[in-house]
Each structure stands twice: as structure tokens, then as C-alpha cells.
């Protein structure tokens, strides 16, 4: 089988490429330039396609470099930039897995004649109850990206290979140092490539959208003070909103941009009984009754109840989930929140 | 057998210039600025080959100035002057990076260029006054192969900025051009061995007396003061010999490549629908050198194009590319005025001294089907062809 696989130039592509080197295909190694601008990982720098391309030399294997520079613009950060503005959290991770590392490589792969296209993601493909491939956590649960992964269409993930999948990350790198890689001991990629340390989210958005002035008002309706960059509140935020020394802690438990307002409160007004799900996705049919739901990338799954809201053409629109285990901190409008059955990812949706 | 279509990037050796470079290589080691015979027997060799590249070049063996390749020259004729005497660097949108990125670095001003890659002549004397110590224009554009007026060019300069020394980047016009005639108004001419079938890391730059240039490489002295380092004994003999053979065929390889050239662009234009010859949009290849076709094909992408090439044995370029290796639209086609879309959609395929008809037979074999293929799978709408020219 001819595969392409995506390689960063990380330990977990590097290893996902021998193993298929290993299992006897043809492959290619391909490291994608998606950002160009500023970058603390260094991601897409020409250090790590250097690595990537050495990496697949040692492999022996051919190495290309696509230049997806303006769909990472157009697909995620154009709208992680609009999300703020709307006083949403996105996650860009998602957006470039469903829009870049699949979508858009799967659609060159094919075009260039490729059976497959393979990544190094931390998850598994395994055979769902209707027989068609379905996304499934991987081994390593501390290392698991399927929530990343969820809005890969199944349809895909035919074509999809995620060889270091059914392997711990210690293994992962194990079986690097054996093949005497030479990203055997690189250190794990942290965040959002795009944004920097020292600039943050701030400096990012800054040079990219006026940040306003807000008002911070606790739940009682009291003004509470002035917050600078109302934009870069986020539902669950305890940090940077003006009130440290005030007494018991205060979260963010509202952003309203438009209004100019952060309600804060304390960490019971944190929590609800329920959250709304919308642009949702599914692996098979929608699902019903109770499923697990996980919040954040390395999020804790919580039993809730599934209840589907008003349905567009045979599935529903909206779903709400129904906290079974008692009430959990609000998810930041814009999050995602996938669905799993056992290991299995049903699919998810964005926070309202 | 593999189409190699990829010249203006660098040529195969000429099989003299690499017997000419073995003995200085294998036999002779001895420094050329050295006092004894062997040392004297490499400095004949040098004088010998300087002789041959100042004939190349209509200059005078002591204007010869050897460098580490193109882009040295290139740097040393911008920055050299402008460490001299300062004042404002002029240069056209046009020029190679070793170009316009010495004229950026000292705040110079660029010019820009109509549709087919002419330098816009009222731009220039926009950007022309007596503050103006150097102006550098291409005689070949090494991307769509224009050829720049540079008699005219000359002329603005000589009108509008009397004190201006007047740079042309020879590189991609030694193998297709008189460059003696066409370089005769400039100051300063650099050239590059490895795009007329020599080695790589060599190059010169013609300074004609008289010019103001400072050093960028200090050293033993060599070159005059004008450039420091042991000289490249192997390198020079085969810069020369590359130029001597390129110099004596280069009229019948231009009437022979010319033909070939031709019939590939004529042969593309006509089985790939839409595609453009981009610095001859209405087919008038009288101002390009005779060895570029570059096109642009409207709902492909290079970087997907190339592969399939590859794949088919067809080795072209697009773009430039970036230190990463990724394909970035050309900031010559930008200047040009195409469109982004399109610009990622180039394609140049550059033929040389030894390029054949079978060259281009496997070339027109592999490309229409090749282009037919990333149509057919391009999730995304083509660009329509009727907004596709460039603007």
C-alpha cells in the first residue's frame, strides 16, 4: 500500500513512519507548512522539516514538503481570531485536524495516487458496531488525541492509518531509540503552535482585533471593577480578571463581549446541570440515552444524558447533555465536547 | 530516459569544464598566491582562465573579480558599492533574491515591472535622482525568462542619476544572450558557473575600472583587494571552460533549444486547458530567453504537479522555494501582477545547452495527463479561465 505519512518531525510521526516502513509499505514522508508567523514550539520551522527529513532519510523513504500556509489561515486561525471576537473559546487544534492534517491531505494523497494517509496521533481505528471504521481512544490514556480527532468523518478514517495508536508514548519512544531516530528524545509538542509564550494570546489578538475594556459584575449584579481585553476571558478563568486578594475565589462564569460584560462568581456558580452541544458530528447515528462525555484534550469523561433538541433534515440541530453525576463546571461557549461509548469516539459538538 | 527540465536552476556539467577542474583537483595542489614553480603553475591557470572570462564577458581580465558563485556576486556588487559611497540602491521587482534583499537591506528602492516582466521605464525615473549611487536590472529574468531593456535602462540611469553605477545580474542570460552587446552599458556584471554546465560555488563579477566597490570579504589580498580568499584553482578553470564552450555554441544551442522550447510551450498550451504562458500571455516569445517556458495552470497546485512530474520522470520547478522546502507563490509572479490562485499553479520548465527532443516528448507525454489528474480531484471549484489572466 502506498501511504503518506504526515511528519512533523516529532518522535510520534517519526515512529508512525517506520512502522509502516516496517509492515513492508511505500511510503512517503510529508511535512506540512501551516504557520508561518512566530512560534515558541517552532513548529513548522524550517528546524523541524529538517528533522522530519532526516528522519525519513534514516528510513529511507522519500520526504515532501506541502505548503497549506493559506488554508491554516483561511480554516484556523482566521476563525480562532472570530471566535475571540465573539467571546468564544475555540479550539484551532480540532479545526487543523478536520481541515488540514485530514481533509486537505487526504485530498492531495489522492490526487497523487495514495492508498492511505497515516499521522502520529495517540489513537486508534477500530471496526464500530455497523462495521465501518470508527475512531477509538488510544492506548496510552494519558497520551490519548481522540477528542482532538473527533471530526474526522468516518468516511475518512477508511483512509486513515494511526500506526503509534496502540502504543504507550514510553513505547513510542523505545521503539525510536531501537531505530536510532533522531527524534528519539525530542520533547513533546505543548499548545497552540501559533501563539507564543512570551506574546500569548494577548499580543496575538492584539495585532489581529481591537481588544476592548470590559466591566467585571459577580452574579449579585455588582460591578466589580474594570477588565482590560474582554476578548481573552475565558468561561472558567480565575486568573487576570482583577479580583486576586478578594476573598474567596471568583471564575468567569459568563463572557459577554457585545455588552462588555465578565459575570464572575464563586466556584458553585461554576457549575451546571447540563450543556448544549451545537455544528455537531457523528461517527454513526446520533447517539441516545447516556453516553461519556469529555469536556477538554485531557478532560475527565462524565456520564450525561443525551436529549436531542429540534432536528434539521433527520438529525438533530442541538443536543443537550444531562450531567448524570451531579452538576460540572460550565464548558466555555466554543469548546468541544466529544461523545465516546467505551473507548469509542460517537462524535460531539461546540459548547454553546 | 528522466526529462531534466529544471536548467535555470542548475545545469549538468559540460564534461570538458569537469576534465578541465580533475587535475587542479587530483595532480596540483599548491596555492595560486604562492612563490614557488608549483604555486606559479596554478596562478598561470588562473591568469589563463581570467583571460577567458573577461573574453566572455567584453571586460578586461583585471576587471575580473572571481566569487563563490552568483550570489556572492550579486551581494558584492550591490553592497559593495553602497559600502563605498552609501546613497540610494535601486533595483527592479524582478530581481533574484541576491539582488533584491542586499537592496532592501540598505532601504533601496524597487521598481516595478508590466505584466510580461518589463521594468515599467516611468517607474524607474520615478525612482531615479541624483542621490542614487547604484540601479540593478536583470538582463534575464530567472523565473519567466523576460530579457530587460537594458539600454534603455541605461539611458534613464545616465539622465536622471549621473552618479549611479549600473549593476546586471548575467546569471541567466550567459547561456542565451551576446551578453558582451547586451551587458556593454553595465558597471558591474555577475554571472554564475553552474547555470552554464560548471560547478557550483563558483562565480564572477565583471567591475569595470574605475567603479567604486569595497570589499565584502577581507582577507589576503586577493582579487585586487577586491576579494579575500584562497583562490579556486579547480573552479575557475572549469567556470572558464564552461563559458569558452557556452560562448562558441551558444548561437546554435539558442536556434536549437529555441525550437525545442517552442514546441513544448506551443505543445502544452494546446493539450492543457487553460494554462497560460505567463510572460507571453498573446504567444510573442521575442522577448524571453530561448530556454523557459513557464506557465500558469489554472486549478492545479505546483507542489502536486511536481510529484506527479517526478513520478513520470519530468524534473521541473515552481515558486520559490522557502528555507523550509515549501513552494511559496513567486514573488516575480506577484510582481508581475497574477493572482495568488494562480501563482500557485506555476510551472517552469527550463531547458539548456544539453537538453533533447525526447526531453520534450516525455515532457508533453506526462504533464496534460498529469494536470488532467489534480483537476479531476481538486475538491475545491478550478479558477475559472476567463479571470485567470494575469491582471
Redesign the interface.
Known amino acids: 500500500m502506498r501511504v503518506l505519512v504526515a511528519m512533523s518531525g516529532g518522535v510520534d510521526s517519526s515512529v508512525a513512519a517506520a512502522l509502516l516502513v516496517e509492515a513492508g509499505h511505500d511510503v512517503t514522508g510529508v511535512t506540512m507548512k501551516l504557520w508561518g508567523g512566530d512560534s515558541d514550539t517552532g513548529c513548522c520551522s524550517v528546524a523541524d522539516v529538517d528533522d522530519a527529513r532526516r528522519a525519513a532519510q534514516q528510513l529511507d523513504v522519500d520526504h515532501l514538503v506541502f505548503n497549506f500556509g493559506d488554508d491554516f489561515l483561511t480554516y484556523v486561525v482566521d476563525p480562532y481570531v472570530a471566535a475571540h471576537v465573539d467571546g468564544r473559546t475555540p479550539n484551532p487544534c480540532i479545526e487543523c485536524n478536520r481541515h488540514l492534517k485530514f481533509d486537505r491531505l487526504l485530498e492531495r494523497a489522492d490526487a497523487l495516487g495514495f492508498d492511505a494517509i497515516a499521522t502520529g496521533h495517540h489513537a486508534r481505528i477500530v471496526v464500530g458496531p455497523d462495521g465501518s471504521p470508527r475512531l477509538a481512544r488510544g492506548a496510552d490514556a494519558a497520551k490519548d488525541q481522540s477528542y482532538v480527532l473527533y471530526v474526522v468523518p468516518p468516511a475518512d478514517l477508511a483512509r486513515v492509518r494511526l500506526p503509534v495508536g496502540e502504543m504507550t508514548k514510553a513505547e513510542v519512544r523505545a521503539e525510536a531509540a531501537r531505530l536510532g531516530l533522531r527524534t528519539a528524545a525530542k520533547p513533546d509538542s505543548q499548545d497552540v503552535c501559533f501563539i507564543t509564550s512570551t506574546g500569548g494570546r494577548r499580543a496575538f489578538l492584539g495585532d489581529r482585533i481591537g481588544l476592548h475594556p470590559g466591566r467585571v459584575v459577580d452574579v449579585g449584579g455588582h460591578d466589580r471593577g474594570p477588565i482590560d481585553g474582554i476578548e481573552l476571558v475565558t468561561v472558567g478563568q480565575r486568573k487576570g480578571l482583577g479580583l486576586s486578594g478578594t476573598g474567596e475565589p471568583h471564575y468567569a462564569v459568563a463572557v459577554d463581549v457585545a455588552a462588555g460584560v465578565v459575570t464572575v462568581g464563586d466556584a458553585a456558580d461554576l457549575m451546571s446541570d447540563a450543556v448544549t452541544l451545537t455544528d455537531l458530528v457523528w461517527a454513526g447515528p446520533p447517539p441516545t440515552g447516556e453516553a461519556l462525555a469529555q469536556c477538554s484534550a485531557h478532560g475527565t469523561p462524565r456520564r450525561a444524558g443525551v436529549v436531542p433538541g429540534p432536528s434539521i433534515g433527520g438529525l438533530p440541530a442541538t443536543i443537550d447533555l444531562q450531567w448524570l453525576d451531579g452538576p460540572q463546571r460550565r464548558v466555555a461557549p466554543g469548546q468541544s465536547v466529544v461523545l465516546y461509548h467505551g473507548d469509542q469516539v460517537l462524535g460531539g459538538g461546540l459548547a454553546a | 530516459m528522466p526529462a531534466y527540465l529544471d536548467h535555470a536552476a542548475s545545469t549538468p556539467m559540460r564534461p570538458e569544464a569537469i576534465e578541465a577542474m580533475l587535475p587542479w583537483l587530483r595532480d596540483h595542489h599548491a596555492n595560486p598566491s604562492g612563490a614557488h614553480r608549483p604555486a606559479r603553475q596554478a596562478r598561470r591557470a588562473v591568469d589563463e582562465a581570467r583571460d577567458d572570462v573577461a573574453e566572455a564577458l567584453g571586460a578586461d581580465p583585471g576587471e575580473i573579480v572571481f566569487t563563490g558563485g552568483g550570489t556572492e556576486a550579486d551581494n558584492l556588487a550591490v553592497l559593495g558599492g553602497h559600502d563605498r559611497r552609501g546613497g540610494m540602491l535601486v533595483a527592479s521587482a524582478i530581481e533574484h533574491p541576491a539582488v533584491l534583499e542586499p537592496v532592501r537591506s540598505r532601504a533601496g528602492r524597487i521598481v516595478g515591472v508590466d505584466a510580461q516582466g518589463l521594468i515599467d521605464l516611468d517607474a524607474l525615473d520615478t525612482a531615479l535622482d541624483p542621490e542614487v549611487t547604484l540601479v540593478s536590472v536583470m538582463l534575464a529574468n530567472n523565473e519567466v525568462g523576460t530579457v530587460q531593456p537594458l539600454d534603455e535602462v541605461a539611458d534613464h540611469v545616465r539622465r536622471l542619476a549621473p552618479a549611479a553605477t549600473l549593476h546586471t545580474d548575467a546569471v541567466q542570460a550567459m547561456g542565451w544572450l551576446d551578453v558582451v552587446a547586451a551587458s556593454a552599458p553595465a558597471d558591474l556584471v555577475s554571472i554564475s558557473a553552474h547555470k552554464v554546465g560548471g560547478p557550483k560555488g563558483m562565480g564572477a563579477l565583471a567591475v569595470r575600472r574605475g567603479t567604486p566597490l569595497a570589499p565584502r570579504q577581507l582577507g589576503g589580498g586577493q582579487e585586487r583587494d577586491r576579494r579575500g580568499g584562497t583562490l579556486d584553482v579547480a573552479g575557475i578553470v572549469a567556470l572558464a571552460t564552461a563559458l569558452r564552450l557556452t560562448v562558441e555554441h551558444r548561437t546554435a544551442t539558442v536556434a536549437r533549444v529555441g525550437v525545442l522550447r517552442d514546441r513544448l510551450a506551443t505543445g502544452l498550451l494546446a493539450a492543457v486547458p487553460d494554462a497560460i504562458e505567463t510572460a507571453a500571455p498573446d504567444g510573442d516569445r521575442s522577448r524571453l530567453t530561448a530556454g523557459i517556458c513557464h506557465l500558469c495552470i489554472p486549478g492545479i497546485e505546483s507542489?502536486?504537479l511536481l510529484?506527479?512530474l517526478e513520478?513520470g520522470e519530468v524534473y521541473a520547478s515552481a515558486g520559490s522555494s522557502?528555507?523550509?522546502?515549501?513552494?511559496?507563490p513567486s514573488p516575480v509572479l506577484a510582481a508581475m501582477g497574477v493572482r495568488?490562485e494562480l501563482a500557485?499553479g506555476s510551472l517552469r520548465l527550463s531547458l539548456g545547452w544539453c537538453s533533447t527532443a525526447d526531453d520534450v516528448d516525455r515532457a508533453l507525454e506526462v504533464i496534460p495527463p498529469a494536470v488532467a489528474?489534480?483537476r479531476?480531484?481538486?475538491?475545491r471549484p478550478a479558477v475559472a479561465a476567463a479571470t485567470a489572466s494575469p491582471a
Open positions: 507542489e502536486a510529484f506527479l513520478q522557502c528555507a523550509s522546502g515549501a513552494m511559496e495568488r500557485f489528474r489534480l479531476r480531484f481538486a475538491r
